[in-house]
C-alpha cells in the first residue's frame, strides 16, 4: 500500500533557529500534500495544502512566512518552522494524496515531533 | 467554528462495554473518514464512508454516514483494553481532510 515518510521523527532545537520536515511519498506520487499541527489531546489541525510547483495554500491563521512549504516534487514536501519560539512545539503531520482509490488518497506521515527550547 | 464537531471529547469505559461516537457537521461531505491514532504516531486510516446510509462493519468496530451524508456513527462493541486510543473523524470537503475534535477513548480492565 501507499506509504509516506517523515523525517526526522523528533527533534529539538534552540529559539531562534529553524528546522525543517520533510515529507515524502514512497511508491507512490502525490500530487498534492498537507500539512497538520497536533497538540497534545487534541485534533489535527490544518495549516496548509501544497501542490507540487505551486506555491502553498495556508489556512486562515497560519503565517506563510513562519511556515515555510516547498512541493518541489511529486514525492517530496518540505515545512520548515523559521525562527522557531517555544510556542511553536508541537506534533506536526504531513499528509499526501496520490491515486490509491481504497482510501480516497490520503496517506499519512508518522509525524515529526518539535521542541523549541 | 469546528466543522465536524465530534462527540464525546472523553470517553473511559470498562472492558467489555459498548460504546458510540459520534461525528456531525452542518456541512455535506463527499466522503467521510474515521482515523485511529496511538500517542507520536500519525493517524491510521479504519474505514472510508461514502454512500450515505451507508453502514461498514470492522469486526467490533460499526461505521455509519448519515443518509444526508452530515453525519457518522462508530460503535464499538465489548471493548478490549487494546481499543484504547484516539480516535478521529474527517470529512472530505474542497479536496481536503478536515478533522473533528477527536474522541480519546480508554478502555479499563
Known amino acids: 500500500g501507499a506509504v509516506v515518510s517523515q523525517h526526522p521523527s523528533w527533534v529539538i532545537c534552540k529559539s531562534g533557529t529553524s528546522v525543517k520536515i520533510e515529507c515524502r511519498s514512497l511508491?507512490?506520487?502525490?500530487?498534492?500534500m498537507f500539512w497538520y499541527r497536533q497538540f497534545p489531546k487534541q485534533s489535527l489541525m490544518l495549516m496548509a495544502t501544497?501542490?507540487?510547483?505551486?506555491?502553498?495554500?495556508?489556512e486562515q491563521g497560519v503565517e506563510k512566512d513562519k511556515f515555510l512549504i516547498n512541493h518541489a516534487s511529486l514525492t517530496l514536501s518540505t515545512l520548515t518552522v523559521t525562527s522557531a519560539h517555544p510556542e511553536d512545539s508541537s506534533f506536526y503531520i504531513c499528509?499526501?494524496?496520490?491515486?490509491?482509490?481504497?482510501?480516497?488518497?490520503?496517506?499519512f506521515g508518522s509525524g515529526t515531533r518539535l521542541t523549541v527550547v | 467554528t469546528q466543522l465536524l464537531e465530534q462527540s464525546p471529547q472523553f470517553l473511559s469505559i470498562q472492558e467489555g462495554e459498548n460504546l458510540t461516537v459520534y461525528c456531525n457537521s452542518s456541512?455535506?461531505?463527499?466522503?467521510l473518514q474515521w482515523y485511529r491514532q496511538e500517542p507520536g504516531e500519525g493517524p491510521v486510516l479504519l474505514v472510508t464512508?461514502?454512500?450515505?446510509?451507508e453502514v461498514k462493519k470492522l469486526k467490533r468496530l460499526t461505521f455509519q454516514f448519515g443518509d444526508a451524508r452530515k453525519d457518522s456513527s462508530l460503535h464499538i462493541t465489548a471493548a478490549q483494553t487494546g481499543d484504547t486510543g484516539l480516535y478521529l473523524c474527517?470529512?472530505?470537503?474542497?479536496?481536503?481532510?478536515?478533522f473533528g475534535q477527536g474522541t480519546e477513548l480508554s478502555v479499563k480492565p
Open positions: 464512508v461514502v454512500t450515505g446510509g
Open positions: 456541512s455535506v461531505f463527499s466522503s
Open positions: 501544497s501542490n507540487e510547483g505551486s506555491k502553498a495554500t495556508y
Open positions: 511508491d507512490f506520487q502525490a500530487t498534492t
Open positions: 499528509s499526501a494524496q496520490g491515486t490509491d482509490s481504497t482510501n480516497y488518497g490520503y496517506t
Open positions: 474527517a470529512g472530505d470537503q474542497g479536496g481536503k481532510l478536515i
